[in-house]
């Protein structure tokens, strides 16, 4: 009896677990199941959104496409070509007339600091004018440049070129060309009137020389003349301050020649006026008309050297 029961109890309780098992098996597969679809109703909303997110920034950038008309789906008007004429006009400058006035411009003095200036020959003497300044009455220099001026003569703007009125007179006398091949024969005209200074001009040493006076008021009236015959610039120093001047190109047979001037000279000193500016040069110059003895200190191959002149 107690055996039987036994296994009577031991048959109930292996039913009972199995129908536990069961039941637990079937809970946890609900429990799964809808988690998983929790799950992917959850990943499809995040997806759509996601989704929803990067088309919009999309569709906005196309519209850049519209904005700089790649395409040239909105074409501008196009604006009327300018013509020749029309640039022309824009780029225009105020007219400039050559100078009628009695004047000769024989060197200019362009400046980056201070004021530019121009020597002009006038009435057979050498003026020296600064910006600003009047030329003649009613004609005021405006603006210099190395080869000519610009002047406002009573509300025109007229141009003065670098002995260009010589140059003009020059071509209207000139003969008109020969057909012919010959040459002509030279006359007394042709030859160089330097060779008058013969006689003016005499060596007494190797630094000194008597010159007629006649000779040095020619040269100093006739500044148009005297320039062409030699070149001046400025000695700059080490310190870029001008330090003299520097001559060169000398002409053969001129009066700088004949007075023992050479190409490469620095000319320091005349009469004990120091030349440092070109202003200083100019009133330098200037003072010699009258002079009765002109002295000229200068450096020649590096070496200090005096030159005399007596004036009879």
């Known amino acids: 009896m107690?055996?039987?029961?036994?296994?009577?109890?031991?048959?109930?309780?292996?039913l009972f677990v199995a129908l536990t098992a069961h039941l637990g098996?079937?809970?946890?597969?609900?429990?799964?199941?809808?988690?998983?679809?929790?799950g992917e109703h959850a990943e499809a909303t995040i997806s759509k959104k996601r989704s929803r997110a990067t088309v919009?920034?999309?569709l906005a950038d196309y519209r850049i496409i519209e904005n700089r008309n790649l395409f040239n789906a909105n074409p501008k008007p196009k604006q009327p070509e300018k013509t020749l004429n029309e640039e022309s006009e824009e780029v225009e400058t105020p007219s400039v007339e050559p100078s009628e006035l009695n004047v000769i411009l024989?060197?200019?003095?362009?400046?980056?600091?201070?004021?530019?200036?121009?020597?002009?020959?006038?009435?057979?003497?050498?003026?020296?004018?600064?910006?600003?300044?009047?030329?003649a009455?009613?004609?005021?220099?405006?603006?210099?440049?190395?080869?000519?001026?610009?002047?406002?003569n009573n509300g025109r703007r007229e141009e003065i070129k670098l002995f260009g009125r010589e140059e003009e007179e020059d071509t209207r006398r000139r003969p008109p060309i020969r057909?012919?091949?010959?040459r002509p024969r030279p006359s007394r005209r042709d030859v160089s009137p330097d060779s008058s200074t013969e006689d003016t001009i005499r060596q007494v040493s190797d630094t000194a020389w008597v010159i007629d006076r006649r000779e040095v008021d020619d040269a100093i009236s006739n500044m148009s003349k005297l320039i062409t015959q030699i070149r001046v610039v400025p000695n700059l120093?080490?310190?870029?301050?001008?330090?003299?001047?520097?001559?060169?190109?000398?002409?053969p047979a001129s009066i700088f020649a004949k007075i023992g001037l050479s190409n490469g000279d620095i000319v320091k000193e005349i009469n004990n006026s120091q030349l440092n500016s070109i202003e200083q040069a100019y009133e330098a110059f200037s003072q010699l008309q009258g002079a009765s003895s002109i002295q000229?200190?200068?450096?020649r191959r590096n070496q200090p050297l005096t030159l005399s002149y007596d004036i009879r």
């Open 2 to 14: 107690g055996t039987g029961s036994n296994k009577y109890f031991i048959l109930v309780t292996a």
């Open 106 to 135: 024989t060197a200019t003095g362009v400046r980056s600091q201070g004021v530019s200036f121009a020597i002009f020959e006038v009435e057979g003497t050498s003026k020296l004018i600064r910006v600003g300044e009047e030329v």
């Open 179 to 182: 057909s012919t091949l010959r």
């Open 296 to 299: 000229v200190n200068l450096v």
């Open 137 to 152: 009455e009613g004609a005021r220099l405006t603006e210099v440049r190395p080869d000519r001026v610009y002047v406002n």
């Open 237 to 251: 120093g080490g310190d870029g301050q001008a330090d003299g001047f520097k001559i060169f190109s000398i002409r």
């Open 56 to 58: 919009a920034p999309r």
């Open 25 to 38: 098996a079937r809970l946890a597969s609900q429990l799964i199941s809808a988690n998983l679809s929790v």
